[in-house]
């Protein structure tokens, strides 16, 4: 029986209620259900982004494009919002994810279709897609003002106490979370990732995978750039810039493994609230901003480091293995 949760989810989790609490000691206000709710909804499009890229880590990729294709989708429906003021919020929604898993669609064909290897083809949309804003916006910015209330209420709307962004994050995860163990192309990933020629010879499509797993990762950062845009209540070309680290960085945190094959949603999940609170917290406690990225940078290697090690040593034992049976077959 598989195991739902590993023993290094579980160190996570618990490191993550371990810094909460000692934050919280420091600087009290912190532990208030107000801010925590606040921690959480800030980390929303943070855990939806991160468990899109794992599917592509997994499968020995990466996707270098996501906050461009966030920030582009996120002024192309800004734009839309104001042309057209009275078009349905669930509208506009599906045209975030239209947009998005196109211009994700775009990286997958490229890397499928034409052999060219991920970061190549990512670093380059993703100066496409910065590009692009200049040229649809004509370098102008866009404010709240621009943008009709219906379409600035829902990432703030609440129910049962917590913001649409959380239950949107929640769905997203749980079906995140059905699609990588239920069913035959999610647990294909892993395959990929694990061994490309044994999962070609079990009917696994390398390059139908990568298609699908880049055209995923570019809906759901079109919808991020939906949620993201409409939070703040303004689009400009330079929203999100870097945020394609942090979302890399959650994925690493929580344990999938750059080599591909290795990750679960949960850990995904706990990586991305890692982050989110250390990023939420250090402002709190007065640590400089140059600190927050030496302290975020420091986790991350340490998150490699523990990777690495725990990869080496399944090989290193399939290693011992394979010379004892090469050593008995000799005698």
């Given amino acids: 029986m598989t195991q739902i949760v590993t023993r290094r989810e579980l160190v996570l989790a618990f490191i993550i209620v371990a810094m909460v609490l000692l934050i919280g000691v420091r600087a009290p206000v912190f532990l208030s259900f107000d801010n925590l709710r606040f921690v959480v909804t800030?980390?929303?499009?943070?855990?939806?982004?991160?468990?899109?890229?794992?599917?592509?880590?997994?499968?020995?990729g990466i996707d270098l494009s996501v906050a461009a294709n966030l920030a582009l989708t996120g002024m192309l429906v800004a734009l839309l919002s104001r042309a057209l003021p009275g078009l349905p919020i669930p509208v506009v929604m599906l045209v975030a994810l239209l947009i998005g898993?196109?211009?994700?669609?775009?990286?997958?064909?490229?890397?499928?279709?034409?052999?060219?290897?991920p970061i190549v083809?990512?670093?380059?949309?993703?100066?496409?897609?910065?590009?692009?804003?200049?040229?649809?916006?004509?370098?102008?910015?866009?404010?709240?003002?621009?943008?009709?209330?219906?379409?600035?209420?829902?990432?703030?709307?609440e129910f049962l106490g917590l913001s649409s962004l959380t239950w949107v994050a929640l769905v997203v995860t749980i079906g995140f979370y059905v699609f990588?163990?239920?069913?035959?192309?999610?647990r294909g990933l892993y395959a990929v990732g694990g061994n490309p020629v044994a999962a070609r010879y079990c009917g696994v499509s390398l390059r139908l995978s990568q298609v699908l797993v880049y055209t995923?990762?570019?809906?759901?950062?079109?919808?991020?750039?939906?949620?993201?845009?409409?939070?703040?209540g303004i689009a400009y070309a330079?929203?999100?810039?870097?945020?394609?680290l942090t979302v890399i960085a959650s994925c690493v945190i929580g344990g999938v493994s750059i080599a591909?094959?290795?990750?679960?949603?949960?850990?995904?999940?706990?990586?991305?609230?890692?982050?989110?609170?250390?990023?939420?917290?250090l402002p709190l406690i007065n640590i400089s901003p140059f600190w927050q990225m030496a302290i975020s940078g420091a986790v991350i290697l340490a998150a490699v480091i523990v990777n690495t090690r725990s990869e080496w040593k399944p090989q290193k034992l399939i290693?011992?293995?394979?010379?004892r049976a090469a050593a008995g077959g000799q005698k």
Avoid at 101 to 117: Q, R, Y
Avoid at 238 to 244: A, F, K, R, V
Avoid at 319 to 323: K, N, Q, T, V
């Fill in 238 to 244: 330079d929203i999100g810039i870097g945020y394609e």
């Fill in 319 to 323: 290693l011992h293995e394979a010379r």
């Fill in 180 to 186: 990588m163990t239920l069913t035959r192309t999610g």
């Fill in 216 to 232: 995923l990762a570019g809906t759901i950062s079109g919808l991020a750039g939906y949620l993201w845009v409409a939070r703040f």
């Fill in 121 to 157: 083809v990512t670093l380059g949309t993703l100066a496409i897609y910065r590009g692009a804003i200049f040229i649809v916006a004509g370098g102008a910015w866009l404010t709240s003002k621009d943008m009709t209330e219906a379409f600035l209420a829902f990432p703030k709307a």
């Fill in 260 to 281: 591909g094959g290795i990750g679960s949603v949960i850990g995904t999940v706990l990586g991305a609230l890692f982050l989110g609170v250390v990023a939420n917290a």
């Fill in 101 to 117: 898993a196109g211009l994700g669609l775009v990286n997958g064909l490229l890397i499928a279709g034409l052999g060219i290897p």
């Fill in 42 to 60: 800030d980390t929303s499009v943070l855990i939806m982004m991160a468990l899109a890229q794992m599917t592509v880590i997994l499968t020995r």
